[in-house]
């Protein structure tokens, strides 16, 4: 075990080369820090992140300390992931307790951990699966106050929060299972749902705390066009902070119902140009989601997760988040006796993988 120290020599380097500015150009100073870390740390290391770690595990629900990570491997995740759609409401769309949630985002924050936000907005989507489109709630949109209330209320969560967000802002816009995906309205109406979401949240709201993270679905991209796929509704680079991917082993299914499998291969190459990309416009790369539900494969940490990142000398991969822990039969991390322990274990241990207890001034 040991800490990754971040002396004030160390962060003065990484200034020089890593030049990039935060979209937010008022960022506050934990935050802008936070992003400069990253950038340090992702030269040699990749933070192990997981959604939902500290609000419900296999078996159990919202019990104090509890998280199926800490239990296996002995420490909590360095980023945890929080889904943060229904701010209106006493739950979030995946019924988790929000005043619990930000007691639990505090804690994070408190012990040196990084938190992250998903924002997935399906109490906009009325009279229909689709109810909402893009051109509803922009300016002059049908729609358009209720999406100014939703956006209020996010920014009244992030002031009562006080910490650094990395915020995955309209992820998966390239699939069709959200009201902003592909199959739901035109690129351009995409790119200006973006621009206007972040300038309202920067410039009218205040918020200065959220790092923006563009995050499309690898699953439907063509990986012979994967330039062209990938930066589909790209708002471009004053208005993203760090580009990332959702890379599930076993995706959603296709069009046409079929299940789409993402081999190694594929996930080597998808972060191959994610990380191409990224240090081309001096920007972060990151795997937003990822995992094996129920990991049938029980050295799929080490085969697939790391040896990816281990095929390719230099890639920068600042962190990968795990699928949640939802059930017994929807798991992305195991448990108890599960086979995959071991494998877990030694992913965890290796020299290339960071945790919570493994950070240390983090936002300094």
């Not at 007691?103 to 990084?114: F, H, K, L």
């Not at 471009?236 to 599930?248: H, R, S, T």
């Not at 291969?265 to 990380?275: L, P, R, S």
């Amino acid at each position: 075990m040991f800490k990754i120290l971040l002396p004030l020599i160390t962060l003065s380097i990484s200034l020089q080369s890593f030049s990039q500015n935060l979209v937010d150009k008022q960022a506050n100073t934990k935050t802008s820090n936070l992003y400069q870390n990253l950038a340090t740390i992702s030269d040699d290391y990749t933070l192990f992140g997981h959604q939902y770690d500290m609000a419900y595990g296999v078996n159990w629900k919202a019990k104090k300390g509890r998280s199926d990570v800490r239990e296996t491997v002995g420490s909590y995740p360095a980023v945890h992931g929080w889904e943060v759609a229904s701010l209106e409401g006493t739950y979030n769309i995946d019924s988790v307790k929000f005043s619990e949630m930000k007691v639990w985002i505090r804690e994070v924050y408190q012990r040196g951990g990084i938190n992250s936000f998903t924002w997935h907005l399906n109490e906009l989507a009325k009279g229909g699966a689709f109810g909402s489109s893009v051109k509803d709630v922009l300016p002059a949109g049908s729609r358009h106050s209720s999406f100014l209330e939703a956006l209020d209320d996010l920014a009244s969560f992030a002031f009562s929060l006080k910490v650094p967000i990395l915020f995955n802002l309209f992820d998966g816009h390239n699939s069709a299972n959200y009201w902003w995906g592909k199959t739901h309205c035109e690129e351009s109406e995409f790119i200006a749902l973006w621009k206007f979401t972040v300038d309202y949240l920067k410039e009218i709201k205040k918020v200065h705390n959220f790092i923006y993270v563009y995050s499309p679905e690898a699953s439907v991209m063509d990986f012979e066009s994967l330039e062209k796929d990938y930066f589909y509704g790209y708002p471009g680079d004053d208005y993203v902070d760090a580009l990332a991917v959702k890379a599930y082993n076993v995706a959603l299914a296709d069009a046409g119902g079929s299940s789409v499998k993402l081999d190694i291969a594929d996930f080597i190459k998808v972060t191959i140009f994610i990380d191409q990309q990224a240090k081309s416009k001096h920007k972060l790369a990151a795997v937003s989601e990822t995992g094996q539900n129920q990991i049938t494969d029980r050295q799929w940490f080490t085969k697939f997760i790391l040896a990816s990142l281990r095929a390719t000398p230099g890639i920068k991969i600042s962190w990968i988040t795990f699928g949640a822990n939802s059930d017994s039969a929807n798991y992305y991390i195991p448990f108890e006796d599960h086979p995959a322990v071991s494998d877990f274990r030694n992913f965890r241990n290796s020299s290339r993988m960071l945790f919570e207890n493994d950070l240390e001034k983090i936002y300094e």
